[in-house]
């Protein structure tokens, strides 16, 4: 099994900054890519962000610009970078791994799950 451990959430005023940190830990894939979700209160779980395990990313229009992901191969964990919030921001975000070399954007292409941190952008 693989155990994933969001942290780096909290609360900012809009225009502000946070970064968001996952770890990795228990089996371990020869290659795999990882994500970053969010999911609002009464909305779906969408995608954020995405990076493959060469190093291409990808990221939604609504956060394009703004976030950043990025990865330690070294230390298993993924990071989100994230200026200028806004308060549609607002969110629990979940990390999540597939392994592979693919870049996968769709939260059902996902096997393994953090437990999220919560993001609340005051405006």
């Known amino acids: 099994q693989v155990q994933l451990v969001e942290s780096g959430g909290g609360l900012v005023q809009a225009g502000g900054s946070l970064r968001l940190s996952c770890a990795a830990s228990g089996r371990t894939f020869s290659s795999y890519a990882m994500g970053w979700f969010r999911q609002a209160p009464g909305k779906e779980r969408e995608f954020v962000a995405a990076i493959s395990w060469s190093g291409t990313s990808t990221w939604s229009d609504s956060v394009k610009g703004r976030f950043t992901i990025s990865r330690d191969r070294t230390k298993n964990t993924v990071y989100l970078q994230m200026n200028s919030l806004k308060s549609e921001d607002t969110a629990v975000y979940y990390c999540?791994?597939?392994?592979?070399?693919?870049?996968?954007?769709?939260?059902?292409?996902?096997?393994?799950w953090g437990q999220g941190t919560q993001v609340t952008v005051s405006s």
């Open positions: 999540a791994l597939q392994g592979g070399w693919r870049l996968p954007i769709r939260k059902d292409e996902y096997d393994y």
